[in-house]
């Protein structure tokens, strides 16, 4: 009896950590916008302009110049904000960028394209084997590790404005 009740409080306590280390808590300064150099392959998250933390991270399949069209495996550039995000994203967490706005969808219509869509910050893929040798490898989305993937979500709110640089 005694052994199955030790065997009870492992269970319990295995399943609790292992939700609590995908969900976190953060308490801190509000991350009042995030800004993302393409380039240098940075983002910084801010509050009122002082950095609370950065992070290196990989993008599109190809990822110089703005996102035009669908498919075209590029990050857009510009200013939009955080507007949604999936606990149970394919890709470990994510955050949704409200991309594409309206002079992003009038430019891929000029180019008689769709705009595209579903850009967000997010981990590594789930249930399909990573490639770490493969700098850029998303389809147009920003990555991290799951580790920092679990820190973002924490501290970056929906309405938060986000700035993409080339």
């Given at each position: ?8 409080v ?5 399943t609790v950590?292992?939700?609590a280390?995908?969900f ?8 009042t916008?995030?800004?993302v150099n393409?380039g240098a392959?940075?983002m910084y998250?801010?509050?009122h ?7 290196d ?8 110049g ?5 498919g075209?495996?590029k990050t857009?550039?510009?200013?939009y904000?955080i ?15 409200d ?8 430019e891929?219509l000029?180019?008689g ?8 910050i997010?981990?590594?893929p ?6 770490p ?5 998303t389809a ?6 799951n580790?920092e ?12 404005p ?5």
């Amino acid at each position: 009896m005694r052994f199955l009740k030790v065997l009870l409080v492992i269970v319990v306590a295995v399943t609790v950590s292992g939700c609590a280390s995908k969900f976190k808590t953060y308490n801190g300064p509000e991350v009042t916008q995030v800004i993302v150099n393409k380039g240098a392959r940075k983002m910084y998250l801010l509050h009122h302009g002082e950095v609370l933390e950065s992070y290196d991270f990989a993008l599109g399949f190809a990822p110089v110049g703005d996102k035009e069209i669908e498919g075209d495996g590029k990050t857009p550039e510009g200013d939009y904000l955080i507007d949604r995000r999936n606990p149970n994203s394919k890709f470990y967490l994510s955050i949704g960028i409200d991309y594409p706005n309206e002079q992003d969808i009038a430019e891929a219509l000029a180019l008689g394209e769709k705009p595209g869509g579903d850009i967000f910050i997010h981990g590594r893929p789930t249930g399909v084997k990573f490639r770490p040798d493969r700098r850029d490898w998303t389809a147009g989305c920003i990555a991290v590790t799951n580790r920092e993937m679990r820190d973002i979500y924490a501290m970056v709110k929906n309405g938060t404005p986000i700035r993409i640089n080339p």
